[in-house]
């Protein structure tokens, strides 16, 4: 069950920085990516892309 803690952190991540979110995550990937950590990283790729998810989402919405 780890996609709905992805789409938890994610929301997290956007609620506190914004449109920055997935710049901040995708550095958290390339941190983990550096220190070796692979579980961490793809953790974080993982967050990074959902981040992209939600947002792309919340872009799209139309107002009648």
Known sequence: MI???ISHLADMMIEKFGNEASGHAMQRALE????????GESLWLKIFEKIREIQDDSNNIKIN
């Open 3 to 5: 996609a709905p803690k």
């Open 32 to 39: 983990m990516h550096k220190s070796g950590d692979a579980d």
